[in-house]
Every structure is written in C-alpha cells, then in structure tokens.
C-alpha cells in the first residue's frame, strides 16, 4: 500500500482510475485493485495501523486462514460496493478493515473458543470507534464500510460454521 501510495503520489493520483466504479465493466478492476489505492498519504495512514493490528490478529489462525480471509473479503467486499455502491470512485483500504473486524467478531461466534473470545474482546475494546464508520459522512464510501463488514461475517460463516464443517462439502 506504501509503494502504490508513493506512486500514485509522484504520477497526480493516475491510479486513483482504476478504483471500483459501481455497475461500471472498468470499475470491476477496483474490486481487486481499490483495497491498495488511497486518495492521498493521509487516507493511507488513517488506514495502516488498523489494517496491520487487525491482520496481524487474523493471522494468528496461520498464514493460509489470513490469505483465503483477505481473498473472500476484498472479492465478496467489492462485489456488493460494485453491486450497490454510489457511482463514484470507492478507493482505499477500509472496507477490507471493516471486514476484517466483523470476521474477528463473527469468528467468535462461530468458534466459541476461549481464544477466538479473548481475540474478539481485544478487537472490539481496540478498534470500537470503527461503529462510527457507519454513520455517512461526505467523501467517505460507507458502501465499503458495510460491505466489508458483511463480507467479514460471511467469510467467518464459511469458514467457521459448525454446520456446515461437521458436514463438510456439499453431499
């Protein structure tokens, strides 16, 4: 996020065009590409430590569980902002943050594993301010915000429903 930040600085934003554009055949190029652009170093910054705590916290489930969990967000993420979202640029890390963050609290949930609580505890006393993300502010994409959350609750569904691991693939 840091390099791409760097370039897309010295080249006047150029990059901000590959952003998600909502119901748009070029702005489904941002569904991957938009977590990793910001609008400007103060975008990037106010995303960098929450997205570094918050992953260093998935990846205590191991390396694998952290890349399926980023996959399933930013691709379940950025479907629905593409799906839903307003037609404007969407850039920036937080919806895969908001994701993140669900999925720690969903995973509980889900789990119901003392460690999985003790996660969900620190996550929710670390990073509550988050709620106010949902609250809409001008120039900030609360499309991305829900979306990513919601993705973090599915991605936690798939992944840790007793239900479908006690049964396993579809029969």
Avoid at 34 to 57: A, D, I, Y
Avoid at 115 to 127: D, H, K, P
Wanted: contains cysteine.
């Amino acid at each position: 996020m840091i390099v791409v930040q760097m370039v897309n600085s010295l080249t006047a934003n150029s990059l901000l065009s590959h952003g998600l554009v909502p119901r748009t055949s070029s702005g489904l190029q941002g569904i991957v590409f938009s977590p990793f652009l910001h609008g400007s170093v103060r975008h990037l910054l106010s995303n960098l430590l929450p997205f570094v705590v918050l992953s260093w916290l998935v990846a205590t489930e191991g390396l694998q569980r952290y890349v399926r969990v980023v996959l399933l967000i930013v691709v379940l993420g950025g479907l629905m902002v593409w799906v839903v979202g307003r037609p404007v640029i969407h850039v920036g890390a937080s919806g895969l943050i908001f994701g993140l963050w669900a999925y720690l609290l969903a995973r509980a949930w889900y789990q119901r594993s003392l460690a999985s609580f003790a996660i969900a505890l620190v996550t929710l006393l670390g990073y509550s301010g988050l709620i106010f993300g949902f609250i809409p502010v001008p120039g900030v994409s609360i499309e991305s915000h829900l979306c990513g959350a919601l993705a973090g609750i599915v991605t936690a569904w798939l992944m840790h429903s007793r239900r479908l691991v006690e049964r396993g693939p579809a029969q």
